[in-house]
């Protein structure tokens, strides 16, 4: 069983940075890939980046790409997200995942099948 912890979120002013960290338990290293995906109230669960279990491939979406960098370290099994240059629009909740299903990077919601409980990042304008 995959255990997902996000940390990391908080509250910071547009234009500023934050750093996503997710310690992953139970998870083999070479198991899949993960990603990071956010919800604003009241909509859907959005894909935001995703990585290959050896970090050697990422994707992004167009809304955070050249602003946030996705990393692994398996050697801690952990996942991380930089944000810099935050804006007001990126305020939500950022959730972790874990796929055991694909080891390439995946970003459909359901190519995951393990999730964390979520970190708020509130972007103040």
């Known amino acids: 069983q995959v255990q997902l912890v996000e940390s990391g979120g908080g509250l910071v002013q547009a234009g500023g940075s934050l750093r996503l960290s997710c310690a992953a338990s139970?998870?083999?290293?070479?198991?899949?890939?993960m990603g990071w995906f956010r919800q604003m109230p009241g909509k859907e669960r959005e894909f935001v980046a995703t990585i290959s279990w050896n970090g050697a491939s990422t994707t992004y979406a167009d809304s955070v790409k050249g602003r946030f960098t996705i990393s692994i370290d398996n050697t801690k099994n952990a996942l991380h997200l930089q944000m810099n240059s935050l804006k007001p629009e990126d305020t939500a909740v950022y959730y972790c995942?874990?796929?055991?299903?694909?080891?390439?990077?995946?970003?459909?919601?359901?190519?995951?099948?393990?999730w964390g409980q979520g970190t708020q990042v509130t972007v103040s304008s």
């Open positions: 995942a874990a796929s055991t299903l694909y080891s390439s990077p995946v970003y459909h919601k359901n190519g995951y099948n393990y």
């Open positions: 139970g998870r083999s290293s070479r198991s899949g890939a």
